[in-house]
């Protein structure tokens, strides 16, 4: 039993425990992260005011707000001479006009994503403030989605513009900004508010100097006929990049080794390379994704800084070079490049950097187990071989080169060289039929490409004139897309537009589903182009 003394000390002991329970400080968790973006509480004067004779404009919130990028976000249409300013005073956002406003016009001022809370930045996505200095605000409207011509893929943050289809010149987009101006969205779509019934000319640019007009290097797109802001249809605009240069231009032409040539030229669709003093001429040509090809000119026999006289004909232009012959320069030493990998029904694929005169099929060996086996060499130029076996699967190959198997029209000679190949299995591959049917035969050519959905790499690539099957043997299984081009002018690539010819750029189209191709899978699919 406890004593008085010791019963009142443990009381005691007691009250402090539970009082300091009690006490204890925790962290304050706070209210709910706010997501809302600020609302708009009071207009002056009022939003779609009319008869608008007022050279500033207040608008308050309910909340304290930001400005976000202000310059690039906020667009009014029509455009001012001079930007009205706008300053952000707490919860109050000031529109001071310092331009002139023309009368019986209705103007949209387009806020885009400027306009955000000072705490979190939630977004007030299209808002827009309305006003017109005649007796009605106009009701018509354009709208629209923009793609990357190349890929479909939908273009945000460009610039939409509408010029007046009256008097309308095509130099106009040069030198002068449109009447009407949106942004698309991160969908590529686009809507302008607030129209006159009146018919327009409906362009798109990626405005990267912020000067609110198209400049010649920015990506561009541009709808061919004149539309009517009283129509209810939803246009589609292919944005694409225009050409740095004129296709068939010679970019540069030089010389860096003794009897070679290097001529650089945009977009060469067909082209003839001719040597005008009776000597062997061998052309390599190098193509580019950019555009920008590169052929290698390999001449024999010039004699010290003679000149090194050509004939090109590119793009149904014929043009006479003369190049001096860097004739002490020393040329790159011969050799050749071989394939890193080998698939079932593949060839080893053999490149040179100078042109081959001739070779040695003794000094040529692919060996399995030890034993030599038998080939086919198949030259397709003098710069290119492919060399073919019936490869076994599951299976290794040593490519064994002896010194001196080829020989350039230099007469030097190749250095020995070997490698080693491995095969798959059948079960590692897949096989695609495509049934390919035409909804309207005898158009034009296409060109059907199956690629990976990135479309980083084209792995199989062909020119369909006619419905037809296209059977595919040892496919890499992954997922693929079927891209469609339709090739309007036959040349066997893509084109983009030309603004200045009222060309817009070549239709681009995909098969409805990518296709998954697995191991060891048969797989045939129908393709319609429409």
């Known amino acids: 039993m406890l004593t008085k003394p010791l019963l009142n000390r443990f009381i005691l002991f007691s009250l402090l425990i539970i009082v300091g329970s009690c006490a204890q400080i925790v962290n304050p968790t706070g209210g709910a992260k706010d997501d809302k973006p600020p609302v708009v ?177 920015e990506e561009f ?53 001719k040597e005008l003093q009776q000597k062997a001429l061998y052309v390599n040509h190098i193509k580019q994704t950019t555009g920008i090809d590169t052929f290698y000119a390999y001449t024999t026999d010039y004699a010290k800084d003679s000149l090194i006289r050509l004939s090109l004909s590119i793009n149904d232009t014929t043009h006479a070079l003369s190049v001096k012959n860097r004739s002490l320069l020393k040329s790159a030493k011969f050799s050749f490049s071989s394939s890193k990998q080998l698939d ?42 492919t060399i073919f076996s019936d490869w076994e699967e599951k299976s290794s190959y040593q490519f064994k080169l002896l010194d001196s198997a080829f020989t350039s029209v230099y007469d030097d000679f190749s250095t020995k060289n070997n490698q080693l190949y491995s095969t798959k299995t059948f079960k590692d591959y897949a096989s695609l039929v495509l049934h390919v049917k035409l909804k309207h035969p005898n158009k034009h050519q296409y060109i059907l490409q199956l690629t990976d959905v990135e479309e980083k790499n084209i792995s199989y690539q062909y020119i369909v004139k006619k419905e037809q099957d296209i059977t595919i043997q040892y496919v890499t299984p992954r997922v693929y897309q079927v891209k469609i081009i339709y090739d309007a002018n036959n040349n066997g690539i893509w084109d983009n537009g030309d603004y200045a010819r009222q060309i817009q750029p070549e239709k681009v189209t995909y098969h409805t589903d990518t296709i998954s191709l697995k191991a060891y899978w048969d797989l045939e699919q129908s393709v319609l182009i429409d």
């Open 344 to 385: 079932l029904g593949d060839s080893i694929r053999i490149t040179f950097n100078a042109p081959l005169l001739r070779y040695d099929t003794s000094r040529i060996l692919i060996l399995k187990d030890s034993l030599k086996i038998k080939y086919k060499i198949s030259q397709h130029s003098p710069f290119e071989m």
């Open 221 to 273: 797109a541009y709808y061919s006929k004149s539309i009517r802001s009283t129509d209810t249809v939803k246009y589609l605009l292919r944005s694409y990049k225009p050409d740095p240069y004129k296709p068939g231009k010679i970019i540069d032409t030089f010389s860096i080794e003794n009897n070679k040539v290097v001529i650089v030229a945009y977009k060469p669709y067909n082209f003839l390379l």
């Open 41 to 217: 509480t009071e207009t002056k004067p009022d939003n779609q005011s009319t008869l608008f004779n007022k050279n500033k404009i207040i608008i308050r919130f309910d909340e304290f707000i930001q400005l976000n990028n202000p310059d690039d976000q906020i667009i009014i249409s029509p455009p001012l001479g001079v930007k009205p300013t706008f300053v952000n005073k707490g919860k109050t956002l000031e529109i001071s006009i310092k331009d002139s406003i023309q009368s019986n016009t209705t103007y949209t001022i387009n806020f885009g994503n400027s306009i955000g809370d000072n705490k979190e930045n939630n977004l007030l996505s299209g808002f827009s403030y309305v006003f017109s200095t005649g007796l009605t605000i106009d009701s018509n409207k354009v709208q629209g989605i923009l793609q990357q011509a190349f890929n479909n893929k939908p273009e945000k943050d460009f610039t939409i513009g509408l010029y007046a289809a009256s008097g309308f010149i095509d130099s106009f987009i040069y030198h002068k900004k449109p009447l009407y101006l949106t942004k698309t969205d991160d969908l590529g779509h686009f809507s302008i508010y607030n129209l006159p019934p009146d018919s327009f000319k409906l362009i798109a640019f990626k405005d990267d100097n912020k000067n609110l007009k198209y400049d010649k290097n």
